[in-house]
């Protein structure tokens, strides 16, 4: 094998290796990307979960209630739900998601957000 073959050889070795690397780059995001919205949908699933749960109960108890008494219910449910959401925010901020408006439900690569942080401080 003369010296120009060798080169050639290497050469064309250099390129096959620049393109595995870069299909490793574009399947490592594509697997970021399916983390993320499976971890998103566990979390909706359980969500949603603890909602079916909650509306079966409150059937079951609004049941030979009158009408006065379900508003009251649906008022304090209300309540509830707005301490509820701040939780749910703060859950996921811990889990590692931004939950701040300029990157919502994306992860959190590099540490605290000062923005979301700004947003968990302002709601206490």
């Known amino acids: 094998m003369n010296k120009n073959d060798l080169f050639d050889s290497v050469s064309n ?3 096959r ?3 595995l690397y870069q299909q490793l780059g574009e399947l490592k995001q594509h697997l970021v990307d399916i983390l993320e919205e499976n971890h998103s949908l566990k979390l909706e699933n359980e969500h949603l979960r603890t909602r079916m749960e909650k509306i079966s109960k409150a059937q079951g108890i609004g049941k030979g209630r009158d009408a006065n ?3 009251q219910i649906s008022e304090k ?3 509830l739900d707005i301490g509820e959401g701040y939780d749910n925010l ?3 901020y811990h889990e590692g998601f ?3 408006n300029l990157q ?3 992860l959190r690569k590099e540490g605290d957000c000062m923005f979301c942080l700004s947003f968990l401080n302002k709601n206490k």
């Open 17 to 19: 290796i620049g393109q």
């Open 90 to 92: 703060a859950r996921l």
């Open 104 to 106: 919502f439900g994306s």
């Open 98 to 100: 931004h939950i701040c």
């Open 69 to 71: 008494e379900s508003t």
């Open 77 to 79: 449910k209300t309540m």
């Open 13 to 15: 070795m250099e390129q």
